[in-house]
């Protein structure tokens, strides 16, 4: 039986990522950090099937603690501080994390567990204002925000531990992937959360900022798939995993007031709080190279994405288990 370990298993992507590996028959085991309020929905209806484990991405000795304990088979860099609005008001600590928390898990591993293989979540925000459309594996990062310049330096570390010290060592630059799961923070779930309350009634409308960004938008338990497959490659390397689409957050509101009966533009108000200091206009990913070399493709579709959270949202509203 192989073993993993998950950091950010609570998160959005862990928890795909984690019935992902249960369902191949691995022991996953899950790094959460102390909590006074702990928020464990995501991973509910199989938290029995996990070990979850205390430790933190800024304290060195207890991932060292963890690891020794742990002796994963294959360790998944999922945690982060990964809002983008937020890393602006908190920059230094987005840094912490983001950048140099990475760092000491590689560190961590190279003294403890050297044979095993890792996965680093990296980002398309990293190719920000971008120099080519689309974005591969080879096209230069310029990050537009702290979030993408930590994400920056925590793709580069891992390339360098793994030419340095010849770890087996994979990144991910996912491009930006949704689901149910999805916080409300992020701007297709405040979408799909306003839709369901704006029509069961109990909500007006929805301040949006910016509706002509494009985004290349997949569904996160297609990407979790992705991190999988590369750590069963013979070779570490690094891959885009995208889905090769563009689409402006106008056509996520289109799509998802539609799917209730209704037209975005009786409810949606722009405001300029949500505008960011230096926005990423367009992003589109060409996975072409994960698609060879992984065998990997997505399964759900932009319009199945937009209809399954907007769906998932409506039964949460009327009180309904969401497990999606």
């Avoid at 993993?4 to 369902?23: C, H, N, P, R």
């Avoid at 209806?45 to 304990?69: I, N, T, Y």
Wanted: contains cysteine; aromatic residues 10%.
């Amino acid at each position: 039986m192989k073993k993993a370990l998950i950091t950010g298993i609570t998160g959005q992507d862990g928890s795909y990522l984690a019935e992902w590996l249960l369902s191949k028959g691995y022991q996953v085991t899950g790094m959460v950090r102390r909590a006074s309020t702990e928020t464990f929905d995501r991973i509910a209806h199989f938290k029995d099937q996990v070990s979850l484990r205390q430790a933190d991405l800024l304290d060195q000795f207890s991932l060292v603690k963890l690891l020794d304990e742990v002796q994963p088979d294959e360790l998944y860099n999922l945690a982060a501080m990964s809002f983008v609005p937020t890393s602006w008001s908190q920059p230094v600590l987005t840094g912490e994390f983001t950048a140099l928390g990475v760092t000491k898990v590689l560190e961590a591993m190279r003294m403890v567990c050297p044979k095993a293989r890792f996965y680093q979540a990296s980002s398309s925000e990293m190719f920000g204002k971008v120099i080519e459309t689309p974005q591969t594996e080879t096209t230069p990062f310029y990050p537009r925000s702290p979030y993408g310049v930590a994400k920056a330096y925590g793709h580069f570390i891992t390339v360098n531990y793994r030419e340095s010290y010849n770890l087996f060592a994979s990144s991910g630059i996912l491009f930006n992937h949704e689901s149910p799961r999805r916080g409300k923070e992020f701007v297709t779930r405040k979408i799909t959360d306003a839709v369901a309350r704006i029509k069961l009634g109990s909500l007006k409308e929805l301040r949006m900022g910016n509706l002509d960004a494009k985004r290349d938008w997949g569904f996160a338990g297609d990407y979790v798939r992705a991190m999988w497959l590369m750590l069963q490659q013979d070779v570490a390397d690094d891959f885009v995993v995208a889905t090769g689409e563009t689409h402006s957050v106008r056509e996520f509101l289109q799509i998802a007031f539609s799917h209730v009966g209704l037209n975005y533009e009786d409810y949606v108000v722009i405001d300029p709080e949500f505008i960011r200091p230096a926005e990423v206009e367009l992003l589109l990913g060409n996975p072409a190279k994960a698609k060879a070399q992984l065998g990997w493709k997505p399964a759900v579709s932009f319009n199945q994405l937009v209809t399954m959270m907007v769906d998932a949202d409506l039964d949460r509203q009327r009180g309904k288990t969401v497990t999606a």
